[in-house]
């Protein structure tokens, strides 16, 4: 059993930098690939970013690559995204995902349905931008 807990979440002006982080708990010896969703009210899961920490693959989506980028403490078991030149379009719950993977990540893991691959979630992290 895994269990996720985000942090970091809160209100940002537009052009700002947030950093989220996630800790992950309870089994960890099975390398796992990670993600970053976020959802808006009356919208599903959007996947923004993911990484296997086997091999530190990462894959971004187009709307915030350049400006997020996904990165795994082995060490801390801790997950985070680094939030630059934030945008209001930005504003959304994030969430922490996981689940056992053998590979690296691919452009699968943020496609539609990506959520389908992820087996255990965070509670999710309100964060707000503002113009």
């Known amino acids: 059993q895994v269990q996720l807990m985000e942090s970091g979440g809160g209100s940002v002006q537009a052009g700002g930098s947030l950093r989220l982080s996630c800790a992950r708990s309870?089994?960890?010896?099975?390398?796992?690939?990670m993600a970053w969703f976020r959802q808006t009210p009356g919208k599903g899961r959007e996947a923004v970013a993911a990484?296997?920490?086997?091999?530190?693959?990462?894959v971004y989506a187009d709307s915030v690559k350049g400006r997020f980028t996904i990165s795994y403490d082995n060490s801390k078991n801790t997950l985070y995204l680094q939030m630059n030149n934030e945008k209001t379009e930005d504003t959304a719950m994030y969430y922490c995902?996981?689940?056992?993977?053998?590979?690296?990540?691919?452009?699968?893991?943020?496609?539609?349905?990506?959520?389908?691959?992820?087996?255990?979630w965070g509670q999710g992290t309100q964060v707000t931008v503002s113009s």
């Open positions: 995902a996981a689940d056992s993977c053998t590979g690296g990540v691919g452009a699968w893991y943020i496609g539609e349905g990506a959520d389908a691959l992820f087996g255990y």
């Open positions: 309870g089994y960890t010896r099975l390398k796992y690939c």
């Open positions: 990484i296997s920490t086997g091999d530190s693959s990462t």
